[in-house]
């Protein structure tokens, strides 16, 4: 198992679908959703929680600041 | 929410959230924008050096013109290209503060061209953030003084032909002959470690201020993928294979 566990919750109705943060992504976490919020975006979600090592590169890259990034390690 | 989820996402583990300098108004900015990413950087350099209630920014005329709405700091709106000419005034009257300009490139190297020049070879004890996207973004795509040779824009939907609208203008470089300026830097927020170095160099632009040094500079290098008419991911590509040949990023004076 991994040493770190990460976790992203994003502000699902502040966030424009840019897909900055999917690109960023090294261990293919993130996706745009199906669903639109409420301005019609496909806002991005956790599509495999269980690959996130919570590195914080999607939150670095928003432009909105939607994005909240925890990790865990999990060997303590 | 399964319940592993909810373990990780504990108070206590956060690793990266948004600055409290930055105001709850979602921004104004089209999806993907540099702008947002370059706020946001400006707002955590201030908040981590503790500085909120001694920073006082002046906006520009431009896309970037409602940042008041976003970083929760003092602001005064120069009118277009003069963001220099009201910091000198701010940074005269209060040299305890620290003051920056934040302006596109619209405003900087075309109408405010003499405005910055004479700001930075006096030597004003400001920083000025400026931000290339080599295009007037907010009035529809025109042409800007840094816009690209071959490059379509609104106005030149041929692209840019050096003989009628002459050659794109390395502003940075121009400044950094001048004495009147210490730091001189080109940066982007294309990629986490590209945003990384961008924060440092704000950061140290602001350490600049308190050490009484002069101009800083930082031009940043951004996307605007409305007016390049690309999805934020193609204009991020774009910028690299394009922008940066002719924009090296880097520091170019440092003293």
């Known amino acids: ?76 | 929410m399964t319940a592993e989820i909810t373990e990780i996402t504990r108070e206590e583990h956060i690793v990266y959230r948004k600055t409290p300098a930055l105001t709850g108004n979602v921004m104004h900015y089209c999806p993907g924008c540099s702008h947002g990413v370059i706020h946001k950087l400006v707002a955590e350099v201030i908040e981590e050096a503790g500085i909120r209630d001694k920073t006082i920014g002046v906006s520009p005329v431009g896309c970037s013109v409602l940042a008041y709405n976003y970083i929760d700091i003092d602001w005064a709106e120069a009118a277009h290209g003069r963001a220099p000419a009201v910091a000198t005034g701010i940074s005269r009257l209060h040299p305890e503060k620290y003051v920056f300009t934040y302006q596109g490139d619209g405003d900087l190297a075309s109408i405010g061209t003499a405005e910055v020049m004479h700001a930075c070879n006096r030597g004003e004890n400001i920083v000025i953030i400026f931000v290339n996207n080599a295009i007037y973004g907010m009035t529809g795509g025109q042409m800007a003084p840094t816009t690209l040779v071959g490059q379509v824009t609104s106005t030149t939907p041929r692209g840019r032909d050096v003989k009628l609208n002459g050659f794109p203008m390395k502003i940075t470089e121009l400044l950094a002959q001048l004495d009147g300026t210490t730091y001189v830097t080109r940066q982007a927020v294309h990629t986490p470690p590209a945003i990384r170095k961008a924060k440092n160099a704000l950061r140290k632009a602001f350490e600049n201020t308190k050490k009484d040094k002069g101009t800083s500079f930082v031009e940043i290098v951004g996307t605007c993928s409305s007016g390049w008419k690309m999805t934020p991911v193609e204009a991020n590509r774009w910028m690299v294979e394009n922008m940066f040949p002719k924009y090296p990023l880097g520091d170019i004076k440092d003293i």
């Open chain 1, 1 to 76: 198992m991994a040493k770190y566990r990460g976790a992203v919750i994003v502000d699902a109705e502040r966030c424009k679908g840019c897909n900055l943060c999917v690109v960023a992504c090294p261990a293919g976490v993130l996706t745009l959703a199906r669903e639109v919020n409420g301005k019609g975006y496909h806002y991005s979600e956790m599509a495999r929680p269980e690959e996130c090592i919570g590195c914080a590169n999607c939150g670095l890259v928003c432009p909105d600041a939607v994005i909240t990034v925890y990790r865990m390690n999990t060997k303590q």
